[in-house]
């Protein structure tokens, strides 16, 4: 069974920099491609990077070069997030699929919980 769990959502000033984690079952994590969703309050859900089994990444542009995924050999994945923006303030939730695809048009069918993620100005 799939089960993601995010961590380090935080609350952080504009400038800042926060590390989230997503901890993934054995069986999603070796085979599958993983990354991060966001949703803010009345907006609908951004898909912001991925990674695939061969460590290929993607990025919205809305992220790239301030944000970094990465994935390590004890099953987490991790978002890098440098240089918060207020804008950047939403729930970020992981996600994983059987199937990868660029992030703008990649469709995970599983999902964590989401850790909550605030920056102000």
């Known amino acids: 069974q799939v089960r993601l769990v995010e961590s380090g959502g935080d609350s952080v000033q504009s400038g800042g920099s926060l590390r989230l984690a997503c901890s993934a079952s054995?069986?999603?994590?070796?085979?599958?491609?993983m990354g991060w969703f966001r949703q803010a309050p009345g907006e609908e859900r951004e898909g912001i990077a991925n990674?695939?089994?061969?460590?290929?990444t993607s990025y919205a542009d809305s992220v790239k070069g301030r944000f970094t995924i990465s994935k390590d050999n004890a099953y987490t994945m991790y978002l890098q997030m440098n240089s918060l923006k207020p804008e950047d303030t939403a729930m970020y939730y992981c996600?994983?699929?059987?199937?990868?695809?660029?992030?703008?048009?990649?469709?995970?069918?599983?999902w964590g919980q989401g850790t909550q993620v605030t920056v102000s100005a």
């Open positions: 054995e069986y999603t994590f070796g085979s599958d491609a």
């Open positions: 990674i695939d089994s061969d460590g290929v």
């Open positions: 996600a994983a699929d059987e199937v990868d695809d660029l992030i703008g048009t990649w469709a995970p069918d599983y």
